[in-house]
C-alpha cells in the first residue's frame, strides 16, 4: 500500500459527459502528479501540483483541468469526454516539489471506461 | 525530444533462469534514470534511481546499472513473483518524468 488514495476505481461514463477523480496524497506530501496510462502511449505526465500551486504541465488536453485543495487532495477533471480517453488515470505524491528522487508514490488508479 | 526505448517489450523466463532488460535513453543532460515496477491493475512502485554512469543498485535478485546511453535491469535466479511489467523513466525538464513503453516479465514456475 503506497498511502496514495485515488477515488473511484473504476468509471463508465458516456462521449460528451464530465467526470471528476479525486486524489488523496500520502501523508506529509506536498506534491501530487497526476498521469494517464493507455494500451498504445503508456504512462504520460498530465500535471503537477505542489502544495496547491500548479507547478509543471505535460501532455494535459484543453477539456482536463485539476486542482490541489488546502488539504493537499487533488482532483482531476474530465470534460467533453471522447472513446479515446478511455485510460487508467494514476495519481502520484512525492514529499518534494521536484521530481529529482524520481520516487513517486502512486495510487491504484482510476479506470476511465468512455462508451 | 527525450526519448526512452524499452527493450524486450515482453520476455518469458523459466524460475532461475536469469536474464537482464534494456533501457536505452537520449536525453540532454541525464540526470535521473529509474526503475518501477508495475503489477495488472496496480500503479507503478519505485524500485532504483540510478544518477551517473557506472552507478549500481540492489535490491533482492535485482541489480540496475548504468551507462551513458542505456540501463540494464538484471534478474538474478528469478521467481514466480518477479512476474511484472518493469518501467523506466527519465527526468525531463524539472518535474516530470518520461516513460518507457515497459518490459512485461513473465517467470513460469
Known amino acids: 500500500d503506497s498511502g496514495v488514495t485515488q477515488t473511484p476505481k473504476h468509471l463508465i461514463t458516456a462521449t460528451g459527459q464530465r467526470v471528476t477523480l479525486r486524489c488523496s496524497p500520502r501523508s506529509g506530501d506536498l506534491s501530487v502528479y497526476w498521469y494517464q496510462q493507455s494500451l498504445d502511449q503508456g504512462l504520460q505526465f498530465l500535471i503537477q501540483?505542489?502544495?496547491?500551486?500548479?507547478?509543471a504541465k505535460g501532455n494535459i488536453l484543453e477539456r482536463f483541468s485539476a486542482q490541489q485543495f488546502p488539504d493537499l487532495h487533488s482532483e482531476l477533471n474530465l470534460s467533453s469526454l471522447e472513446l479515446g480517453d478511455s485510460a487508467l488515470y494514476f495519481c502520484?505524491?512525492?514529499?518534494?516539489?521536484?521530481?529529482?528522487?524520481?520516487?513517486?508514490?502512486f495510487g491504484e488508479g482510476s479506470r476511465l471506461t468512455v462508451l | 525530444e527525450d526519448q526512452v526505448t524499452q527493450s524486450p517489450e515482453a520476455l518469458r523466463l523459466q524460475e532461475g533462469e536469469s536474464s537482464s532488460l534494456n533501457c536505452s535513453y537520449t536525453v540532454s543532460g541525464l540526470r535521473g534514470l529509474f526503475w518501477y515496477r508495475q503489477d495488472p491493475g496496480k500503479g507503478p512502485e519505485f524500485l532504483f534511481t540510478?544518477?551517473?554512469a557506472g552507478e549500481e543498485k540492489e535490491k533482492e535478485r535485482l541489480k540496475a546499472t548504468l551507462t551513458k546511453k542505456e540501463s540494464f535491469l538484471h534478474i538474478t535466479a528469478p521467481k514466480p513473483e518477479d512476474s511484472a511489467t518493469y518501467l523506466c523513466a527519465v527526468i525531463q525538464g524539472a518535474q516530470k518524468l518520461v516513460f518507457g513503453q515497459g518490459t512485461r516479465l513473465t517467470i513460469n514456475p
Open positions: 540510478l544518477y551517473s
Open positions: 501540483y505542489y502544495n496547491g500551486e500548479e507547478r
Open positions: 502520484a505524491s512525492s514529499v518534494a516539489g521536484e521530481t529529482y528522487t524520481g520516487e513517486l508514490f
